[in-house]
């Protein structure tokens, strides 16, 4: 499983990115997915997650503010992510759960600043 990550930006307070990571290999095993992130100086931290079901599950910090969905046909996951925080300053990194492995994607830096 290869995960391909895109999106990221520098972007003001308030405004929107969207992340996506897409998957390619043995995608058919792909499980849940989802998209950790880590600050300077900071432990990763869990930001969302979601199954092949599509049931989602995130983050206190991101709730109300980010959406995640999934295109099992496109084999893509999207992150919309609004009203963008300072404190929503990270690497972004992608995940795809084949039974107990994880497989993670390339990291994507998201920067909000004015």
């Known amino acids: 499983v290869q995960l391909q990550a895109s999106g990221g930006g520098l972007v003001q307070p308030g405004g929107s990115l969207k992340l996506s990571c897409a998957a390619s290999?043995?995608?058919?095993?792909?499980?849940?997915m989802g998209w950790y992130r880590q600050a300077p100086t900071r432990q990763r931290e869990f930001v969302a997650t979601?199954?092949?079901?599509?049931?989602?599950n995130y983050a206190d910090s991101v709730k109300g503010r980010f959406t995640f969905s999934r295109d099992n046909a496109k084999n893509t996951v999207t992150l919309q992510m609004n009203s963008l925080k300072p404190e929503d300053t990270a690497v972004y990194y992608c995940?795809?759960?084949?039974?107990?492995?994880?497989?993670w994607g390339q990291g994507t830096q998201v920067t909000v600043s004015s």
């Open positions: 995940y795809g759960q084949v039974s107990a492995r994880f497989y």
């Open positions: 290999g043995s995608i058919s095993s792909i499980g849940a």
């Open positions: 979601i199954t092949s079901g599509g049931n989602t």
